[in-house]
């Protein structure tokens, strides 16, 4: 499929600095109003007599309108956002500092006209799929192992207090404490909703995928990120491999699968385009290698499955990708674990086994208007006999019409062709098409000259 139309104005995104910028900023809020107290602590301690100790206790009586117990709970949770955000900041320099570097690499193959990109429009519903089901994961996250993983620490300050007899300070301590861990899963739920919502938001959206054979380097772009993964080969079981660099992800292995999504109108599976790859840590706690696997699902709109699958298994690509073919049912999809990540990669029929079809249904299409704002598309089969029909609005264009014909049932394994009265594939145009523009050109091709 031709694929120009999506490729005019592909650029690679940078990675976001934001989170890094947002993480300092508190910091530094917090530092601000740590400072004061700990240097009024050190006058106190060491010059409780001079002229500063004095000015500093007239300046702290202001303070005195709040309650001693909120005072304390306050630069309490302050001084351990000073404690923690030294290595948080570290962990999210190094995580950017890898990101720039691979970005950097990719973008010297994407001027150089050596790296090969496949894009794909997701239509409408698929994209709303992808959100939802995105959605309730992070509504997931949010609340997971509560209130059990939120309990430790502030009971261990409820107990002290008690056996110390300091019951109102270590009571505030705690609860304050606890209250902070549910506005921390109160921000994520919030913000797996923002999301949603400027997902939701988006009129179009691509999803293009880019190999770069000379650095081994593949890097999916989708949701305006970019994610990049390294083509090392197999992973070796011992030891760091050479050129392997610090918070990068080794590829391991790609494959098209399948996972249940609400029911949506399109259909109650989608499928993911899945990465599996590892991180290697020599301090990683979890085994005896360093290895820790990770599994990235990508939205792959259904009428695109089957020409991405050919894309990918392309002997050119194929070694690059680590490909081993779709798997509809859950028992043939490889799971994100340490035997998985470092198995060998071998080319054979079996693993090249693949649970889409090679059958190819081919149907005419003849759209029609029915509405000021709605739109009726009719499969026609060889046979001369109504195949199948969908009804549109006025904002879907051509992506929406190929998920959607592909999205039945009984297309899912199929590779559906649509062609339109003087034999135009629907694949060869722009998917971002407005049903408007596609209703103009079938009818100035069914027209006489």
């Not at 609340?143 to 939120?150: Q, S």
């Not at 011992?238 to 999504?261: D, I, K, W």
């Amino acid at each position: 499929m031709p694929r120009e139309h999506l490729l005019e104005h592909f650029h690679l995104p940078k990675p976001s600095r934001s989170l890094l910028k947002f993480v300092a900023v508190c910091w530094c809020l917090a530092l601000a109003l740590c400072m004061p107290v700990f240097v009024a602590a050190c006058v106190a301690h060491y010059m409780p007599k001079s002229k500063a100790y004095q000015e500093l206790a007239v300046l702290f009586r202001l303070f005195s309108v709040f309650p001693p117990a909120l005072f304390t709970a306050v630069f309490t949770t302050a001084g351990l956002l000073v404690i923690c955000g030294p290595p948080l900041l570290v962990h999210l320099i190094f995580d950017l500092r890898e990101k720039e570097r691979s970005f950097r690499e990719m973008q010297l193959e994407l001027d150089a006209g050596q790296c090969q990109v496949y894009s794909m429009a997701l239509s409408g519903t698929r994209w709303q799929q992808f959100a939802t089901t995105n959605l309730h994961m992070g509504s997931a996250l949010a609340w997971l192992l509560f209130p059990w993983a939120d309990l430790p620490l502030p009971t261990l300050f409820w107990v002290w207090g008690f056996a110390a007899e300091r019951t109102i300070g270590s009571l505030t301590i705690g609860t304050f404490i606890l209250l902070f861990t549910v506005a921390l899963r109160i921000v994520i739920r919030i913000h797996a909703s923002w999301r949603f919502h400027g997902r939701m938001a988006k009129t179009h959206v691509e999803l293009h995928i880019c190999a770069a054979p000379v650095a081994n380097l593949v890097s999916i772009v989708c949701d305006g990120r970019a994610y990049f993964y390294h083509n090392i080969g197999d992973l070796p079981q011992q030891g760091r491999p050479v050129g392997m660099r610090r918070r990068s992800l080794a590829l391991a292995f790609t494959q098209l699968t399948t996972l249940p999504e609400p029911t949506f109108e399109g259909g109650p599976l989608g499928w993911y385009l899945n990465i599996i790859s590892g991180e290697y840590d020599s301090k990683d706690a979890y085994g005896p290698y360093g290895w820790s696997a990770h599994s990235q699902g990508f939205p792959v709109d259904h009428a695109r499955v089957h020409d991405l699958q050919s894309w990918l298994t392309d002997p050119e690509r194929l070694k690059l990708f680590r490909c081993v073919g779709a798997a509809f049912w859950k028992e043939h999809m490889f799971p994100a674990n340490r035997e998985v990540l470092l198995a060998p990669y071998e080319i054979s029929p079996e693993t090249q086994a693949t649970a889409l079809s090679t059958t190819s249904v081919i149907l005419t299409a003849d759209v029609q208007k029915v509405e000021d704002a709605r739109y009726k598309v009719s499969l026609i089969s060889m046979s001369g006999e109504e195949a199948e029909s969908f009804a549109f609005r006025t904002g879907d264009t051509l992506a929406d019409v190929l998920h959607r014909v592909a999205s039945r049932p009984k297309f899912w394994l199929c590779q559906v062709k649509i062609i339109l009265s003087d034999g135009t594939q629907l694949d060869s145009l722009d998917p971002r098409m407005a049903l408007q523009e596609l209703l103009e050109r079938a009818q100035a091709m069914a027209s006489p000259a």
